[in-house]
């Protein structure tokens, strides 16, 4: 017998559970099966109910046609819904299930104003989906839950435009969850009115990148009805993804990418250049990629803004090695919600940008099932009393802390010493060093260089006596002038000089096969179970930050700087948790063009530095004590 199928009960034996908030089932009524206080999958995935409801946003019209913005919700719920049986709904919202288009980048090489160079065409290249097409509705669905998935505003089925991220997408998946509450109108195809009569009202999103992104956003609100949210790898302000302390700046892997590009490649509903052409119009001209301040149409973009209205609780995932979107977007949310005593949880992996799903798949659907289960259905799954992070400090290696950042974390100060060293010690103030801006040599290829470089400056610490946990958000601050050229970009990175076996980014097949629920046509329910890929290597950039100089006070004032003067830059660097070994080297570069993430001037600024006046600040979990 299929493990699975010995799982299966007759309608007829199912518990009947009453559960807080919701009323106990009437005689003959279909119910859910709790056993050791989780939901058992007891309904049929094959049997499921799927239909398509368009809902109306009201009081939104972004493609100004008069009528109401409408999302497509598609919908997979028990056939027992139809009988009786009341269940929450597991939600994703995105732009990506129609695929995408074609969209050329812009281009990042400029001239000494800012203003864009000829460049080659780029397309976009981001991951779509297919509706149920993955673990949701195998996994969950038996267990109680109908999914459903948000084909978003200017996308597929839906009305209205995409903005990237503006209040107007933010009120497509909204208004899906007050339909599920039976505030807001639904249709079907034919026009007809659709009420969702099995719904229990309760809603948790979920989704990775601009899906999770979206979860956060509608959070924001405070919805009713909206009880968690699990962001992975998700944007709490969409600045910080396309832009750093003033700087334009691309996501990893998207160089040329920005606001109108994304939204560009999302248009994918019928008649969409003619009916959104003129608003995509309009966020190009407002983003602003010359000077690249922060600004109202940032600032509408910034969850941040709104996180006091949060009531759902958030289950927050990302990886440390993301590039793409950059780990300050988990911390400074994470942090806000922290601050504001939102329950929540949070999963650091050594991953990219991916879920947990793809490598870790038993104990993310262990967690995440016990998850749905309290706050969805209100069951004492026991999750609340585990340990509120998850972190992998190295492949496979996974540990339990109390919070994020670890707890008894100090920030530890260093000062550039002499002799390219870093210390705690002041050098003396007289003593400065010079390199010249390029935009050719990559990051890379500027750590790997041994010795003194005319492109870049290096400081590094001796070998180290014991193991040094980072666990926060390192800052730098440099004292120097520019001159000679117009490249307004410092770059600091931070490194692990050792040899170690480190993360790749990639995932690889361990030849097992994992079965997580139930098989249809089409779709197995099963799953190939992989690890991160790893590889051998002499050093590592645990993290790097930029900062447009014309920014030093704040991100949306450009003041201009005189050439030769000294000023003191200070900035962040991406938030991390990374462990360096004993007998490696600590590392700090500096820089100013990183070719891979920000626009590429004309080559030739000479950025001169103070070492003594400069120091490096890192969030440190045990004490040092080896200076």
């Known amino acids: 017998m299929h493990p699975w199928k010995a ?34 999958p ?35 719920r028990p056939k027992e819904t139809d009988q009786g049986l009341k269940v929450p709904v597991i939600m994703e919202a995105s732009p990506y299930f129609a695929g995408g288009n074609d969209v050329a980048n812009h ?44 084909e978003n505003l200017g996308s597929g089925r839906a009305t209205g435009c995409p903005t990237s991220g503006d209040r107007n997408e933010t009120a497509g998946p909204k208004a899906a969850i007050d339909w599920l509450n039976g505030r807001a109108k639904g249709f079907d195809a034919g026009g007809n009115p659709v009420e969702a009569t099995w ?17 956060n956003a509608v959070a924001s609100t405070g919805v009713e009805g909206l009880e968690t949210i699990v962001p992975i790898a998700s944007i709490s302000s969409w600045y910080d993804y396309y832009r750093a302390n003033g700087g334009v700046l691309a996501p990893g892997g998207y160089q040329g990418e920005d606001l109108d590009v994304l939204a560009k490649y999302v248009l994918t509903r019928q008649n969409g250049q003619e009916a959104c052409g003129a608003l995509i119009e309009d966020i190009t001209a407002a983003q602003d990629r010359v000077t690249g301040d922060y600004g109202p149409l940032w600032d509408a973009r910034n969850y941040l803004n709104d996180v006091g209205g949060v009531k759902a609780s958030v289950f927050l995932v990302h990886g440390l090695n993301d590039w793409n979107v950059k780990t300050k977007q988990f911390a400074q949310w994470w942090q ?3 601050k504001r005593h939102v329950p929540r949880k949070i999963w650091l992996h050594q991953g990219t940008h991916m879920s947990p799903f793809s490598f870790r798949t038993a104990e993310w659907l262990r967690q995440l099932h016990g998850w749905f289960d309290h706050w969805l259905y209100g069951i004492d799954s026991g999750v609340m009393r585990e340990p509120r992070a998850d972190v992998e400090i190295a492949p496979g290696r996974w540990e339990r802390h109390a919070s994020w950042p670890l707890p008894g974390a100090v920030t530890v100060p260093l000062r550039l010493g002499r002799d390219s060293a870093l210390g705690l010690l002041p050098s003396p103030r007289s003593a400065r060093e010079t390199f010249t801006d390029q935009k050719v040599r990559t990051a890379e ?18 070998d180290l006596p014991a193991d040094v946990r980072i666990s926060g958000t390192p800052t730098v601050s440099v004292r120097a002038s520019l001159a000679g050229g117009a490249a307004p970009y410092l770059t600091a990175l931070l490194v692990d000089y050792g040899t170690d076996v480190r993360p790749t980014g990639g995932l690889v097949s361990t030849g097992q096969t994992y079965c997580y629920g139930e098989s249809v ?59 360096v070994k004993k007998g490696h080297r600590l590392g700090l570069v500096i820089m100013s063009t990183d070719p891979d993430y920000t626009l590429r001037y004309p080559p030739g600024t000479r950025i001169t530095v103070s070492p003594g006046r400069s120091s490096l600040r890192l969030p440190v979990v045990t004490p040092w004590r080896w200076w």
């Open 336 to 338: 806000a919600l922290a």
């Open 445 to 462: 290829e500027l750590v790997e260089a041994t010795g003194p470089d005319p492109n870049r400056l290096a400081y590094l610490t001796g």
């Open 521 to 579: 046509p089409g779709d197995s329910g099963c799953t190939t179970l992989r690890a991160l890929g790893t590889a051998t290597t002499p050093y590592k950039i645990v993290t790097r930050g930029w900062l447009d100089v014309r920014n030093r006070h704040r991100p949306d004032r450009t003041e201009a700087l005189r050439p030769g003067k000294e000023y003191t830059f200070t900035w962040d660097f991406q938030p991390t948790d990374y462990l």
């Open 7 to 40: 799982l299966t009960l007759p309608v007829a034996a199912l518990l009947v559970v009453a559960l807080s908030g919701t009323a106990p089932a009437a005689a003959g009524t279909p119910a859910i099966a709790v056993e050791d206080n989780a939901t058992q």
């Open 42 to 76: 007891v309904f049929s995935r094959a049997d499921a109910v799927k239909e398509t409801v368009f809902v109306e946003v009201e009081g939104t019209d972004s493609d100004d046609d008069g009528l109401p913005d409408r999302v497509a919700v598609d919908i997979l």
């Open 199 to 215: 719904s229990t009202g309760k809603v948790g999103m979920i989704g990775v990148s601009y899906n999770g992104t979206l979860a």
């Open 107 to 150: 281009p990042v090489d400029v001239d000494e104003s800012g203003n864009p160079l000829p460049a080659l065409t780029v397309a976009a290249d981001k991951l779509a989906a297919e509706p149920f097409d993955g673990y949701y509705d195998n996994y969950f669905l038996p267990r109680g839950y109908a999914i459903a998935l948000v």
